[in-house]
């Protein structure tokens, strides 16, 4: 079986138990969740089974401790996670205000990540897997980024497969380097999965449709576009399939974008018919939107079966 590979932060969330003026008082709080954008897309092909690993760095310490062995028990090869003593985990603080929109206060401009730099464990790991999976945000920090892109060559050369995650925020966009690098990775990307906004940032069109084709034109063989509470689209040359959002009630929105594109990447590699990898992926979406804390609604192959089972029970 094919066998994939992300690289970036890993990081715990804590999160606040009351709206509107959150942090300003104290509270009770929930956590250390296992978080991490990467770590999220990775736990989830792993928790679908597919040969999986992660290359990152953490502190010796119990946040980095619950990734590991979280990401371990669901099934990731955690090899490439470098523990550094005397350095410190990410951490990332979550308040919901009254509208629903999430804030945060991250605390990892320091984190053992930041250091993160090429190993001889980490280059082998690189060499046994012929997936990665690019996230934008691992671009725009300097030496993350330059691993990233240097495991995206040596992968891409040995004839392996690559997937893009723009996953891109207006305080990283100015980032040095990130437009130059984002560049050659849409150069070499298979599997895209944007948003509905991002597409237009990479492929400036009248329409979707335009859109897609100027990117399937430069070499993508499948787009998937994400909508959030309104489903997915999917499109390859000469095909689009739209998959309606499954009704669920939203508990945390973090992680549904990894989630939906880890089970996505899960099929993908197995070589499923579109149709069905968009199901899995957008069943997955939405049942990690159903679970408070950011990696707790990564999804097993049954739990999906279930979900998808109830929806087809409550159509009938
Ligand atoms: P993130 O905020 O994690 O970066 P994203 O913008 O990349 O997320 P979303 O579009 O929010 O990704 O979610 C991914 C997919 O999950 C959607 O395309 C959809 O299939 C599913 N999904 C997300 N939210 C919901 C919801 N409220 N109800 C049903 N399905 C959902
Ligand atoms: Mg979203």
Redesign the pocket.
């Known amino acids: 079986m094919r066998k994939a590979l992300t690289i970036g932060e890993v990081l715990v969330e804590i999160v606040a138990t009351t709206k509107g003026d959150g942090f300003l008082r104290a509270q009770p709080l929930i956590g250390p969740f296992p978080s991490g954008a990467p770590a999220i897309f990775i736990d989830q092909l792993g928790r679908l089974g597919t040969p999986c690993a992660i290359v990152s760095r953490v502190g010796d310490d119990d946040f980095g401790r619950v990734n590991i062995d979280r990401l371990r028990a669901d099934g990731v090869d955690v090899s490439g996670i470098e523990i550094a003593p005397g350095e410190s985990t990410g951490s990332a603080f979550v308040r919901y205000r009254d509208d629903g929109s999430r804030a945060f206060v991250y605390n990892i401009r320091h984190s053992a990540c930041g250091n993160l730099r090429p190993t001889a464990a980490s280059e082998a790991l690189i060499d046994s897997c012929d997936h990665l999976h690019v996230m934008g945000t691992a671009l725009s920090a300097p030496g993350l980024g330059q691993m990233v892109m240097e495991a995206a060559r040596r992968i891409k050369a040995r004839g392996g497969t690559l997937s893009f995650?723009p996953?891109l925020r207006a305080e990283i966009m100015d980032a040095p380097g990130l437009r130059e690098a984002i560049a050659e990775v849409v150069e070499m990307t298979d599997l895209f999965l944007p948003?509905g906004e991002e597409l237009f940032l990479f492929a400036p069109a009248g329409d979707e449709q335009a859109a897609v084709d100027a990117l399937l034109d430069r070499g993508m063989t499948t787009i998937v576009v994400?909508?959030?509470?309104q489903?997915?689209s999917l499109f390859e040359r000469g095909l689009r399939l739209d998959?309606a959002?499954?009704a669920?009630t939203?508990i945390d929105?973090?992680?549904?974008?990894?989630c939906?594109g880890g089970a996505f990447l899960s099929f993908w590699l197995a070589g499923a018919a579109p149709r069905q990898a968009l199901r899995y992926?957008?069943a997955a979406?939405?049942r990690?939107?159903t679970q408070l804390g950011p990696m707790e609604g990564a999804s097993t192959r049954e739990e999906l079966d279930a979900l998808m089972g109830d929806m087809e029970r409550i159509a009938q």
């Open positions: 995650d996953n948003s994400k909508r959030g509470a489903g997915a998959a959002p499954i669920v939203e929105p973090t992680g549904a974008g990894d939906f992926a957008n979406g939405a990690a939107v």
